[in-house]
Protein backbone atom coordinates (compact mmCIF):
# COMPACT_ATOMS: atom_id res chain seq x y z
CA UNK A 1 0.00 0.00 0.00
CA UNK A 2 1.32 3.46 -1.07
CA UNK A 3 2.68 5.58 1.99
CA UNK A 4 0.04 8.21 -0.02
CA UNK A 5 -2.60 5.93 0.66
CA UNK A 6 -2.05 4.94 4.56
CA UNK A 7 -1.73 8.37 5.50
CA UNK A 8 -4.77 9.62 3.87
CA UNK A 9 -6.55 6.28 5.37
CA UNK A 10 -4.89 7.25 8.92
CA UNK A 11 -6.37 10.49 8.48
CA UNK A 12 -10.00 10.06 7.88
CA UNK A 13 -9.78 7.24 10.77
CA UNK A 14 -8.64 9.58 12.90
CA UNK A 15 -10.66 12.80 11.78
CA UNK A 16 -14.03 10.79 12.22
CA UNK A 17 -12.87 10.07 16.34
CA UNK A 18 -12.25 13.80 16.68
CA UNK A 19 -15.52 14.67 15.06
CA UNK A 20 -16.74 12.00 17.54
CA UNK A 21 -15.22 14.07 20.31
CA UNK A 22 -16.71 17.53 19.54
CA UNK A 23 -19.85 16.09 18.78
CA UNK A 24 -20.19 13.78 22.61
CA UNK A 25 -18.97 17.46 23.84
CA UNK A 26 -21.78 19.00 23.05
CA UNK A 27 -24.27 15.52 23.79
CA UNK A 28 -22.25 16.00 27.51
CA UNK A 29 -23.48 19.75 27.78
CA UNK A 30 -26.91 19.34 26.25
CA UNK A 31 -27.24 16.43 28.92
CA UNK A 32 -25.99 18.13 31.87
CA UNK A 33 -28.02 21.33 31.21
CA UNK A 34 -31.53 19.14 30.73
CA UNK A 35 -31.13 18.54 34.87
CA UNK A 36 -30.11 19.88 37.57
CA UNK A 37 -27.80 17.66 40.11
CA UNK A 38 -28.57 19.22 43.25
CA UNK A 39 -30.82 16.04 44.08
CA UNK A 40 -27.76 13.85 43.92
CA UNK A 41 -26.06 12.86 47.25
CA UNK A 42 -21.90 12.27 47.77
CA UNK A 43 -23.10 8.07 47.89
CA UNK A 44 -24.64 8.61 44.13
CA UNK A 45 -22.03 10.76 42.58
CA UNK A 46 -19.38 8.12 44.01
CA UNK A 47 -22.23 5.30 42.05
CA UNK A 48 -22.36 6.79 38.97
CA UNK A 49 -18.56 7.74 39.10
CA UNK A 50 -18.40 3.57 39.31
CA UNK A 51 -20.60 3.26 36.45
CA UNK A 52 -19.22 5.23 34.16
CA UNK A 53 -15.45 3.22 35.07
CA UNK A 54 -17.32 0.18 34.57
CA UNK A 55 -19.32 0.60 31.19
CA UNK A 56 -16.06 2.41 29.92
CA UNK A 57 -13.88 -0.89 31.11
CA UNK A 58 -16.67 -2.72 29.18
CA UNK A 59 -16.07 -1.76 25.88
CA UNK A 60 -12.64 -4.04 25.73
CA UNK A 61 -15.06 -6.72 25.48
CA UNK A 62 -16.36 -5.48 22.09
CA UNK A 63 -13.03 -4.57 20.88
CA UNK A 64 -11.71 -8.54 21.93
CA UNK A 65 -14.51 -9.70 20.10
CA UNK A 66 -13.79 -7.64 17.21
CA UNK A 67 -10.36 -9.56 17.27
CA UNK A 68 -12.16 -12.64 17.73
CA UNK A 69 -14.16 -11.79 14.45
CA UNK A 70 -11.24 -11.12 12.87
CA UNK A 71 -9.72 -14.22 14.00
CA UNK A 72 -12.42 -16.17 12.56
CA UNK A 73 -11.47 -14.78 9.05
CA UNK A 74 -7.95 -15.51 9.64
CA UNK A 75 -6.58 -12.10 10.13
CA UNK A 76 -4.17 -12.56 13.74
CA UNK A 77 -4.12 -9.16 15.40
CA UNK A 78 -3.13 -8.58 19.30
CA UNK A 79 -5.68 -7.50 21.57
CA UNK A 80 -3.66 -3.85 22.36
CA UNK A 81 -3.86 -3.65 18.66
CA UNK A 82 -7.61 -4.17 18.08
CA UNK A 83 -8.29 -2.16 21.43
CA UNK A 84 -6.61 1.08 20.20
CA UNK A 85 -8.73 0.70 16.32
CA UNK A 86 -11.56 -0.45 17.92
CA UNK A 87 -11.55 2.12 20.45
CA UNK A 88 -10.45 5.48 18.08
CA UNK A 89 -12.98 5.04 15.78
CA UNK A 90 -15.63 4.18 18.29
CA UNK A 91 -16.39 7.41 19.35
CA UNK A 92 -17.42 8.32 15.48
CA UNK A 93 -20.77 6.41 16.17
CA UNK A 94 -21.88 9.87 17.74
CA UNK A 95 -21.97 11.51 14.76
CA UNK A 96 -25.17 11.42 12.64
CA UNK A 97 -25.27 8.63 10.46
CA UNK A 98 -24.96 5.60 13.09
CA UNK A 99 -22.20 4.42 10.70
CA UNK A 100 -18.54 6.43 10.78
CA UNK A 101 -17.81 4.17 13.70
CA UNK A 102 -17.38 1.50 11.22
CA UNK A 103 -15.97 3.58 8.38
CA UNK A 104 -13.50 4.96 10.70
CA UNK A 105 -12.69 1.40 12.02
CA UNK A 106 -12.10 -0.22 8.34
CA UNK A 107 -9.97 3.02 7.08
CA UNK A 108 -7.84 2.39 10.17
CA UNK A 109 -7.67 -1.19 9.46
CA UNK A 110 -6.73 -0.52 5.65
CA UNK A 111 -4.21 2.07 6.87
CA UNK A 112 -2.51 -0.18 8.94
CA UNK A 113 -2.20 -3.09 6.00
CA UNK A 114 -5.67 -5.60 6.30
CA UNK A 115 -7.31 -5.98 3.41
CA UNK A 116 -10.76 -4.41 3.05
CA UNK A 117 -12.99 -7.22 1.98
CA UNK A 118 -12.24 -8.91 5.98
CA UNK A 119 -12.50 -5.65 7.64
CA UNK A 120 -16.00 -5.39 5.89
CA UNK A 121 -16.99 -8.77 6.87
CA UNK A 122 -15.64 -8.45 10.46
CA UNK A 123 -17.98 -5.68 10.53
CA UNK A 124 -20.91 -7.43 9.28
CA UNK A 125 -20.27 -10.57 11.34
CA UNK A 126 -20.03 -8.00 14.72
CA UNK A 127 -23.79 -6.16 13.42
CA UNK A 128 -25.32 -9.29 12.80
CA UNK A 129 -24.26 -10.96 16.33
CA UNK A 130 -24.81 -7.84 18.18
CA UNK A 131 -28.47 -7.67 16.80
CA UNK A 132 -29.14 -11.09 17.41
CA UNK A 133 -27.76 -11.15 20.95
CA UNK A 134 -29.77 -7.95 21.96
CA UNK A 135 -32.49 -9.49 20.71
CA UNK A 136 -32.19 -11.95 22.81
CA UNK A 137 -32.46 -10.07 25.47
CA UNK A 138 -35.41 -8.75 24.88
CA UNK A 139 -36.49 -12.36 26.21
CA UNK A 140 -36.28 -10.69 29.69
CA UNK A 141 -38.48 -7.88 28.93
CA UNK A 142 -41.60 -9.90 28.19
CA UNK A 143 -43.03 -9.85 31.78
CA UNK A 144 -43.37 -6.08 30.91
CA UNK A 145 -45.78 -6.55 28.06
CA UNK A 146 -47.33 -9.56 29.23
CA UNK A 147 -48.00 -10.10 32.64
CA UNK A 148 -48.71 -13.75 32.99
CA UNK A 149 -45.21 -14.53 32.09
CA UNK A 150 -42.99 -15.04 34.97
CA UNK A 151 -39.61 -13.41 35.52
CA UNK A 152 -37.70 -16.20 36.32
CA UNK A 153 -39.20 -18.83 33.34
CA UNK A 154 -37.99 -16.35 30.98
CA UNK A 155 -34.38 -15.74 32.68
CA UNK A 156 -34.54 -19.33 32.42
CA UNK A 157 -35.64 -19.51 28.80
CA UNK A 158 -32.88 -16.82 27.86
CA UNK A 159 -29.81 -18.37 29.62
CA UNK A 160 -30.80 -21.72 27.58
CA UNK A 161 -31.25 -20.23 23.89
CA UNK A 162 -27.56 -17.82 24.42
CA UNK A 163 -25.96 -20.94 25.74
CA UNK A 164 -27.56 -23.07 22.24
CA UNK A 165 -26.42 -20.00 19.81
CA UNK A 166 -22.76 -20.04 21.80
CA UNK A 167 -22.54 -23.60 21.57
CA UNK A 168 -23.95 -23.88 17.77
CA UNK A 169 -21.11 -21.31 16.64
CA UNK A 170 -18.58 -23.12 18.07
CA UNK A 171 -19.61 -26.44 16.88
CA UNK A 172 -20.57 -25.46 13.05
CA UNK A 173 -18.74 -22.31 12.55
CA UNK A 174 -15.99 -21.47 14.52
CA UNK A 175 -14.82 -21.02 18.04
CA UNK A 176 -13.51 -17.35 17.72
CA UNK A 177 -17.09 -16.74 16.63
CA UNK A 178 -17.98 -18.62 19.46
CA UNK A 179 -15.78 -16.40 21.91
CA UNK A 180 -16.97 -12.97 20.30
CA UNK A 181 -20.61 -14.43 21.05
CA UNK A 182 -20.13 -14.15 24.66
CA UNK A 183 -17.84 -11.28 24.81
CA UNK A 184 -20.94 -9.11 22.99
CA UNK A 185 -23.42 -10.87 25.23
CA UNK A 186 -21.38 -9.80 28.43
CA UNK A 187 -20.99 -6.25 27.29
CA UNK A 188 -24.52 -6.15 26.88
CA UNK A 189 -25.21 -7.25 30.23
CA UNK A 190 -23.32 -4.68 31.71
CA UNK A 191 -24.74 -2.14 29.77
CA UNK A 192 -28.27 -2.88 30.96
CA UNK A 193 -26.75 -3.60 34.98
CA UNK A 194 -25.05 -0.10 34.56
CA UNK A 195 -28.80 1.17 33.67
CA UNK A 196 -30.68 -0.57 36.18
CA UNK A 197 -28.42 0.95 38.79
CA UNK A 198 -28.92 4.20 37.29
CA UNK A 199 -32.81 3.70 37.38
CA UNK A 200 -31.92 3.07 41.05
CA UNK A 201 -29.90 6.20 41.93
CA UNK A 202 -32.66 8.03 40.33
CA UNK A 203 -35.64 6.52 42.07
CA UNK A 204 -34.58 4.70 45.26
CA UNK A 205 -37.54 5.45 47.02
CA UNK A 206 -39.94 3.64 44.60
CA UNK A 207 -40.77 0.25 44.63
CA UNK A 208 -39.96 -1.05 41.60
CA UNK A 209 -41.93 -4.41 40.61
CA UNK A 210 -39.63 -6.09 38.53
CA UNK A 211 -35.81 -7.65 38.66
CA UNK A 212 -32.73 -5.99 37.67
CA UNK A 213 -32.78 -8.81 34.68
CA UNK A 214 -35.84 -7.51 33.24
CA UNK A 215 -34.98 -3.64 33.42
CA UNK A 216 -31.41 -5.21 31.56
CA UNK A 217 -33.71 -6.95 28.86
CA UNK A 218 -35.99 -3.94 28.21
CA UNK A 219 -32.94 -1.24 28.00
CA UNK A 220 -30.74 -3.57 25.53
CA UNK A 221 -33.51 -4.04 23.68
CA UNK A 222 -34.11 -0.44 23.51
CA UNK A 223 -30.32 -0.47 22.45
CA UNK A 224 -30.74 -2.73 19.73
CA UNK A 225 -33.72 -0.40 18.17
CA UNK A 226 -31.26 2.72 18.36
CA UNK A 227 -28.26 0.38 16.63
CA UNK A 228 -30.54 -0.30 13.91
CA UNK A 229 -32.38 3.16 13.60
CA UNK A 230 -30.83 4.71 10.48
CA UNK A 231 -29.30 8.02 10.86
CA UNK A 232 -29.56 8.25 14.86
CA UNK A 233 -26.15 8.65 16.62
CA UNK A 234 -25.49 6.26 18.91
CA UNK A 235 -29.95 5.35 18.65
CA UNK A 236 -30.18 9.52 20.71
CA UNK A 237 -33.62 9.91 20.94
CA UNK A 238 -34.57 6.39 19.70
CA UNK A 239 -33.60 4.31 22.94
CA UNK A 240 -34.83 6.28 25.23
CA UNK A 241 -38.59 6.60 23.46
CA UNK A 242 -39.00 2.46 23.56
CA UNK A 243 -37.37 2.93 27.52
CA UNK A 244 -40.40 5.46 28.51
CA UNK A 245 -42.72 2.90 26.45
CA UNK A 246 -41.35 -0.25 28.78
CA UNK A 247 -41.65 1.93 31.48
CA UNK A 248 -44.59 4.02 31.87
CA UNK A 249 -46.72 2.13 34.16
CA UNK A 250 -44.44 1.06 36.09
CA UNK A 251 -41.48 4.07 36.55
CA UNK A 252 -43.26 7.72 37.67
CA UNK A 253 -42.50 9.53 33.86
CA UNK A 254 -40.15 12.17 35.54
CA UNK A 255 -37.97 9.99 36.90
CA UNK A 256 -38.09 7.66 33.91
CA UNK A 257 -36.79 10.63 31.59
CA UNK A 258 -34.54 11.36 34.29
CA UNK A 259 -33.00 8.14 34.50
CA UNK A 260 -32.49 7.88 30.92
CA UNK A 261 -30.44 11.02 30.44
CA UNK A 262 -28.34 10.31 33.34
CA UNK A 263 -27.65 6.46 31.84
CA UNK A 264 -26.67 8.73 28.58
CA UNK A 265 -24.56 10.88 30.86
CA UNK A 266 -22.71 7.49 32.04
CA UNK A 267 -22.51 5.67 28.48
CA UNK A 268 -21.06 8.92 26.86
CA UNK A 269 -18.50 9.82 29.61
CA UNK A 270 -17.91 5.73 29.24
CA UNK A 271 -16.56 5.58 25.83
CA UNK A 272 -14.47 8.97 26.26
CA UNK A 273 -12.99 7.32 29.05
CA UNK A 274 -12.72 4.26 26.57
CA UNK A 275 -11.39 6.51 23.87
CA UNK A 276 -8.41 8.27 25.97
CA UNK A 277 -7.19 4.49 27.12
CA UNK A 278 -7.35 3.46 23.22
CA UNK A 279 -5.46 6.35 22.54
CA UNK A 280 -2.23 5.53 25.09
CA UNK A 281 -1.58 2.35 23.61
CA UNK A 282 1.10 2.33 21.23
CA UNK A 283 0.26 2.32 17.38
CA UNK A 284 2.84 0.03 16.56
CA UNK A 285 1.48 -2.75 14.35
CA UNK A 286 3.07 -6.46 16.13
CA UNK A 287 1.39 -8.77 12.71
CA UNK A 288 2.00 -8.78 9.18
CA UNK A 289 -0.77 -8.87 7.28
Do not use: C
Not at 24 to 32: C, E, N, S, T
Not at 148 to 177: C, K
Amino acid sequence: MKIFHKRYLNFFGGALGIAGIIFVAGRLYKYADQIHFDFLSATDVLILAVLIGIYGASNLLLAVAWRRVLASLQIQVDNFWAVRIYGVSQLAKYLPGNIFQFAGRQALGMAAGISGTPLLKSTAYEVLMLALASSLFGILAIPLVWNAASEMTMLLSFVAVMAFVGWALGRYFSHHLAAAWWLHSSFLAISGMVFGAALWVVSPQHHIPVSVATIGGAYILAWLVGLLTPGAPAGVGVREAVLLFFFTNIVPPGDMVLAVVIGRIVTVAGDLIFFALANMIQREIHEEY
